[in-house]
């Protein structure tokens, strides 16, 4: 008799899935594309996302832009995606690989609670972003497929939340106060440090503040940057994390934000 | 004397050593609600009511290592579809019907398997109650669509007094308020009818004081999925303090 065994990985689940059904699953198995793809210029990743703690969570904001070259393609793409009740991500990069490994991460967390019974740990779920991005390196070595997310979590072990940042082949960093990624974030990276420094840190400041802040930043970012959206044409998204799960922000907070920035008020 | 094997006799030896073991089962109980769908047991130790996708979820009467299998079988395939193609095209229908059901024909009708000691409850959330569904499954595979409540319990009996009780009670969508002491009253029902043989009705009293006197030994598990939430997850389990008020005026 075998003994069937039970690990809630997900991953291994898929692998099954393509042996035994002979179907291809894309996430398994990197896109056949020459070395380097000859429009490897298109994945510039132009936008801005950017991840501020506040008191008791992690808030995150990202423009709405998405552009291939300089074209603009989609101008009601949403960076900020629930992973599940304590987790988001922010990408920036490839859409469409970032998009199907949330599709997948998002499926992983979720098949290995409901399975085993028991969340995933903080650090098995941070691993297995690793782990999907390790298996997207030779697409994004290809010049297909590079993009970087910012993981915000609530961390219930600790009463806060946290930010972590990656890079291409899975390489996982804490950021104390802020995480940004895209083109526009290279530009204000700067101001961050700034506001910290003069003001104090984002973890000690409410949420409406943070929110404040994180808008603005984003329209300096466009100002700076010709792939990030801005916030005036379509309002930016943003979505929270904290001890009571993730929420999004109303788009009317949004537009009095917007609004009060345009007309002067700390503008 | 060696008696050649009967294939009849075979299923019904089967069938009848199931139906043993199922009687002493505590029933599930399954109402859809304004808000969302419920599904209410009594757990002794280990959980009941089980989260098997993002609008599906489980419960089950039987053998644990079997209830386990089948709950596994369920999220595997879930979301092995969910993910391949869509969260839209995970069904209760193409879960139970395509994904378990076969298997546990199988293992009933051949005679050099062990048969699944269980039967199992699903519950599937829709954007309107009228849409909700449920599914009972049997341990030869055979399964049943239900809208508006559904019962398993330890007996074909109980199941259809606890079904009449139901429909008595039930006479609108309910909301999560009213639909929790009605699930309490059928769960009495359910119990105290599979362990009697030739009452023909169970009395609502009967059946409270049976359901008070198992709360002794055991707790009520109450999951639900919720049509409107901010929460990622639809399934959560109601906490004990939530039930507290209701296990009191039983």
Known sequence: MTIQTYSGDFYELLQQYQAQSGVRVPLLSPIDAPNPAPNAALEVHGTTVIALKFQGGVLNVGDRRATAANAVMYDRADKIIPLDDYTLVAIAGAYGRAMEVVRYLRHSFKYYARSQLQPMSLDGKLQEVSRALSANLPNALGGIGLFIPILSVYDPDRDSGRIFFYDVSGARFETPEYGAAGSGSERIRGVFDYITKTRGPFSQRPLEEALREAILLLDIAADLDAATGGIDKVLPTARYVNREGVFEVPEATIRDIVQSIRSGGNG | ?250
């Not at chain 2, 546990?104 to 000691?117: E, N, R, S």
């Not at chain 2, 002491?181 to 769960?187: D, H, Y």
């Not at chain 2, 409270?208 to 999951?223: F, H, T």
């Open chain 2, 1 to 250: 004397m060696l008696t050649p094997y009967d294939f009849q006799e075979n299923l019904q030896q089967r069938a009848q050593y199931i139906r043993n073991r199922l009687r002493a089962g505590s029933p599930v109980i399954g109402i859809s609600y304004d808000n969302g769908v419920l599904l209410l047991a009594l757990k002794r130790r280990g959980r009941k009511v089980y989260e098997i996708y993002d609008r599906l979820m489980f419960s089950a009467i039987g053998n644990q290592a079997d209830v386990e299998n089948l709950r596994l079988a369920a999220i595997d395939f879930a979301h092995q579809e969910g993910f391949v193609r869509s969260p839209d095209d995970v069904t209760i229908q193409r879960v139970v019907g395509f994904a378990l059901s076969p298997a546990l024909k199988k293992a009933f009708g051949d005679p050099l398997t062990t048969p699944f000691v269980a039967r199992a409850l699903f519950a599937e959330l829709h954007d309107a109650p009228e849409g909700d569904q449920f599914y009972t499954l049997n341990y030869d595979g055979e399964f049943l669509p239900y809208e508006r409540f559904a019962v398993i319990g330890g007996a074909p009996h109980a199941e259809e007094q606890t079904t009449r009780y139901l429909e008595a009670q039930l006479t609108r969508i309910p909301t999560l308020e009213t639909a929790l002491p009605i699930a309490l009253t059928a769960w009495g029902v359910a119990y105290e009818a599979a362990q009697q043989e030739d009452v023909d009705a169970v009395s609502e009293d009967a059946a409270r004081n049976r359901l008070r006197e198992m709360l002794g030994e055991a707790q009520v598990e109450v999951g639900i999925l919720e049509r409107q939430t901010l929460r990622e997850n639809r399934f959560r389990l109601l906490p004990q303090n939530q039930l507290e008020p209701y296990l009191k005026r039983l």
